[in-house]
C-alpha cells in the first residue's frame, strides 16, 4: 500500500513539473515583452514636413505646409477639408470630402529608411466651371492624388511626386523633408 501511494505522489509531481514548467516560460515572455523599451530597442522619431507647390509655367505660384511627426516602423496622416452635400435622390444627401489628405509611413529599411507617402489634394473648380449647366447644378470638383514610395534623404527635401493639371498650364508637385527628432 506504501509503495501505491509513493507511485501515485512520484506520478502526481512529474504532472505538476509538466504543467509548472510551460505555465512559467509563458509568464517570463509576458513579462519580457510588456517591459519599457530599452536603449537598444529605443523608438526613432521623425518630423515630416509637407509642401504642396502649385506652378505655373515654372514659377510657384502658391504653397501648403503641412507637418506630422511619426516614429519609425510606424504611419500617420492628417486631414483638412470640409464634407460637402451633394443630393444623391431625391431629399437624400451623400456627403463628399474635399481638401486635403496626407499618409505617410516610415519603415526601417536595410539601406535607411523607407517613406511610403499618399496624398489627396481636392478643392472646387472655378466658379465659371459650375455654372454649365444651370443654377442648382453640383459643385465641380478638381482632384490630384499621388502615392510614392522611396528611400527618405533625412534632413533634405525631396520632390516624391507631381502632376499637370489637364485643364491649364499648372503643375502640382508634393515636396517632403524627413528630420529625426531627438
Known sequence: MNKKIVVGLARLLVISLCW????????EQSAAETKAPTSESSIDAYRLDFVVSEMEDGKKINSRQYSMNLNANDGNGLKIGTRIPVEAEQGKFQYVDVGTN???HLKDHANGME?????EISNFAVPEATRTCGVNTPPLIRQ?????????????PMVVGSVDD?????QFQLEVTVTRLR
Open 102 to 104: 496626407l499618409r505617410a
Open 144 to 156: 490630384m492624388q499621388i502615392n510614392a514610395s522611396t528611400l527618405a534623404v533625412i534632413g533634405k
Open 166 to 170: 489637364p485643364n491649364s498650364k499648372r
Open 20 to 27: 509548472s514548467v510551460p505555465v512559467s516560460r509563458a509568464q
Open 115 to 119: 517613406l511610403q507617402v499618399g496624398a
